[in-house]
């Protein structure tokens, strides 16, 4: 009978340590104002003129991408790629493994045997 008692005492005293305060971020809704809609909104409307302020996912000033050259081949970037996977070391979600540098080095002569295999074929 005893042994069918503790796991809801234990479940009842977890409850009770969950229930000691707020949760953290919740004063965010607590907040409130000392301006007006329109004050607040007279305030903005020089930054969104002046494009400092992100709308969406990209401000005005970021709509133009920025192109970098690369020397790296897409055989080499699909090797190294199929590399790291084999090796476990690909993020995943919020996970993000650190390859060493022996996994570092294997990654790096597969792109290089991609490469060689494909000047040798021409």
Do not use: C, H, W
Request: glycine content about 8%; charged content about 15%; cysteine-free.
């Amino acid at each position: 009978m005893k042994a069918a008692l503790l796991p809801i005492a234990f479940a009842l005293t977890a409850g009770a340590a969950f229930a000691e305060g707020p949760i953290q971020g919740n004063e965010v809704f607590n907040f409130q104002s000392t301006l007006s809609r329109a004050e607040v909104q007279a305030q903005v409307a020089p930054a969104y003129k002046a494009d400092v302020i992100a709308r969406g996912e990209a401000s005005g000033g970021q709509d133009q991408a920025t192109t970098i050259a690369s020397n790296v081949t897409r055989a080499q970037v699909q090797a190294e790629a199929a590399a790291a996977y084999r090796l476990g070391v690909v993020a995943s979600g919020e996970i993000l493994p650190v390859p060493t540098a022996e996994q570092a080095e294997q990654i790096r002569l597969a792109g290089l045997r991609a490469v060689q295999s494909i000047t040798a074929a021409n």
